[in-house]
């Protein structure tokens, strides 16, 4: 069955469409919200292209008579400004004008490049997502878009919606476990921030990576969907509570910056940086959030959860503080209240160094600290 969810932020309204084997109604779909296109640039990378791209043409080309294609390397490092290089020069070489239309087909990869593509060639010009990936339920909707610098993950992009996100799940049928799993990091993540029952449904329905398929899949990504929509349509460019979608995040980014990207998927390092966010809410407000329970159940999962040992803390510390929430320097992480309720806290140099050494050195141990401090939730 097909679902439509409706974003709407100030700068645009836009439908997520989701439902399976759907790839044929492709045109028709993106020629109802997307008129008078001249001519269409699809970019996908090497893995989804070997899989989908000759699909996608020929979907596109029931509709267009102008569809090109540019392929990047798979992987996180095409977060590139190389790979942002060429995507440009694909498009400029194709003759793409301010009426043409870009097509992402692919991951949050594919997604965050051809978006900052799309929102910066000729100033602007109009872009569809189409997600083949499990994360990119997540990254494919709210118009972050992105490349990455060697000191920080997504440090050069713009906040740019698409004209629709085409969602076929079908397409995930190939998605190796480990991309599973690193999506799955995001759908817990929505539901640990805004939808405590949501995170029950998840532990009752979900006991390994592989019972995401069928109803429950598609639930799965529903939901997470219907929570980042309704985030993202409160506060589009992050001056609030959009910044509560970064739970995992302060640590994390820092990780796979640190690790050098692709080491780790973002999902895995959204978990590992979950993780710490509990550890420290723990010892932040004071009171037990069963940090142990959570590292288990992450375990279990197959997420990791301890430090790589050859990562040091002050090391991690400095990337922390690069990190788009931070101000003037000091970071500002998101943290849990309970499951379902999170908020921004500000957090000091030494104190989280400390924290950092201890999530590193003990990892298991649940609250029993005497230094936490009860600020007010201030988002
Ligand atoms: N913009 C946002 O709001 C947002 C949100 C979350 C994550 N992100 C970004 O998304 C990126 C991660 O996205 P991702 O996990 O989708 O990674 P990805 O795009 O690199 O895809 C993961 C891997 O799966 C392969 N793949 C993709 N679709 C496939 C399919 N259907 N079958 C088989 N293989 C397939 C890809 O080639 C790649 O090797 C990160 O850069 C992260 O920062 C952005
Ligand atoms: O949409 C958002 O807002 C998010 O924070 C979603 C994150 O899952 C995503 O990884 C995002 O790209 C992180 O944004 P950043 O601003 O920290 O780079
Ligand atoms: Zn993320």
Not at 161 to 172: A, G, K, T
Not at 355 to 377: I, P, Q
Request: aromatic share 10%; glycine share 8%; proline share 3%.
């Amino acid at each position: 069955m097909m679902k439509r969810i409706h974003i709407a932020t100030p700068s645009k309204r836009y439908e997520v469409v989701i439902g399976n084997e759907l790839l044929h109604m492709m045109d028709r779909m993106i020629d109802r919200v997307c008129p008078h296109v001249t001519a269409v640039l699809i970019i996908t990378d090497e893995t989804v292209a070997s899989l989908y791209l000759a699909d996608v043409q020929q979907a596109l080309h029931q509709t267009y008579d102008r569809v090109y294609a540019h392929v990047i390397p798979s992987g996180e490092e095409a977060k590139s400004f190389e790979q942002f290089y060429a995507c440009h020069t694909a498009a400029l070489t194709n003759h793409l004008d301010r009426d043409s239309l870009i097509v992402a087909l692919g991951g949050g990869v594919v997604g965050d490049l051809a978006g900052f593509v799309a929102a910066t060639y000729m100033r602007g010009i109009r872009f569809v997502q189409v997600p083949t990936t499990l994360l990119a339920h997540d990254s494919a909707v709210g118009g972050k878009t992105a490349i990455n610098h060697p000191l920080g993950k997504n440090m050069i992009g713009a906040f740019y919606q698409p004209e629709l996100v085409f969602y076929d799940i079908s397409l995930l049928s190939t998605l190796p476990k480990r991309e599973m799993r690193s999506g799955f990091a995001e759908i817990i993540k929505h539901s640990l921030i805004y939808d405590r029952a949501f995170f029950g449904w998840l532990q009752a329905n979900v006991e390994k990576i592989e019972d995401l398929n069928g109803e429950r899949l598609q639930y799965a990504i529903q939901r997470g969907i219907e929570i980042k929509a309704a985030v993202v349509s409160q506060d589009e460019k992050e001056h609030g509570v959009r910044a509560h979608l970064n739970f995992g995040h302060t640590l994390g980014h820092a990780l796979e910056s640190e690790l050098g990207y692709g080491v780790m998927t973002h999902g895995d390092a959204v978990a590992l940086g979950m993780l710490f966010a509990i550890f420290v809410s723990e010892r932040f407000y004071n009171q037990p959030l069963f940090y142990s329970s959570f590292r288990t159940l992450f375990h279990h999962y197959g997420f990791p959860t301890s430090l790589p040992s050859h990562v040091s803390p002050e090391r991690l510390l400095e990337k922390m503080k690069k990190d788009k929430k931070a101000k003037d320097q000091t970071v500002r992480m998101v943290l849990m209240k309970e499951i379902g309720t999170v908020c921004v806290e500000q957090i000091s140099d030494e104190q989280l160094l400390q924290w950092l050494y201890a999530f590193a050195e003990e990892g298991g141990e649940t609250c029993d600290s005497s230094d936490s401090r009860g600020n007010d939730c201030e988002q």
